[in-house]
């Protein structure tokens, strides 16, 4: 069995505070380390391995799937946004995906904004093409994971830490109107009770999280 890691992971970092009936080899390609193993703890070793590294993707392993990313370069191009999904190349999510996601036919940053589609947030995408002969990767923001979280009212963050964030709300006027959901590590979907100003609530945690991206669910 088979499982590609993001970025450089050592056989010491792995085996470091492991005990299981399981042997593994580890080779690399750049940016990533795949690790070949076997053994009857396989499926225990496997988790952990999910649980403690960054799972990666080559090219050669991606297919038409749902695949978690992290949205780059957001309004920097007019024909769409860029999610890195841990793979070799970054997925285009076109103007054209993002239209039959949402709807109507808006311009790419009328859907960031009204999206709340910020820098760096993590979001569910589906691969839609894989080009092999160029590398390229083109996907859709998956339409379930968009309805969940993607609500008018709600506000995204991304680059946030969790307990900063909730240390914030906790101490705010306004900690029993709001839900945090976390997305991944360090994005997150606020729900906002009814009365709530979602401008308000971006102006607030903004001004107190520096490096923090935020961004309010509308109405297309």
């Not at 009204?114 to 923001?141: F, Y």
Request: with cysteine; aromatic share 10%.
């Amino acid at each position: 069995m088979k499982i590609t890691l993001k970025g450089t992971v050592t056989r010491e970092q792995i085996s470091s505070q492991l005990d299981l009936d399981v042997s593994f080899e580890t080779t690399y390609r750049t940016g990533f380390t795949i690790v070949e193993y076997a053994g009857e703890d396989h499926e225990i070793f496997c988790n952990y391995l999910k649980n403690n590294f960054e799972l990666g993707y080559l090219m050669s392993e991606l297919n038409s799937d749902i695949y978690p990313g992290r949205l780059v370069d957001v309004g920097k191009y007019g024909f769409g946004i860029f999610c890195d999904i841990n793979s070799q190349k970054e997925a285009l999510i076109s103007l054209n995906s993002l239209r039959e996601t949402f709807g109507k036919k808006l311009p790419t940053r009328e859907y960031i904004y009204k999206k709340g589609l910020v820098n760096g947030l993590c979001v569910n995408v589906r691969i839609t093409r894989i080009e092999r002969g160029t590398d390229q990767i083109w996907a859709e923001i998956d339409k379930e994971w968009a309805d969940k979280y993607l609500k008018r009212g709600y506000v995204t963050i991304s680059r946030a830490d969790r307990r900063e964030l909730e240390s914030i709300i906790k101490n705010s006027s306004f900690r029993n109107s709001l839900g945090l959901i976390p997305l991944c590590k360090d994005s997150f979907a606020i729900s906002c009770k009814e009365g709530i100003d979602p401008p308000g609530i971006v102006n607030f945690i903004g001004s107190r999280l520096k490096d923090a991206r935020l961004g309010i669910v509308g109405e297309i």
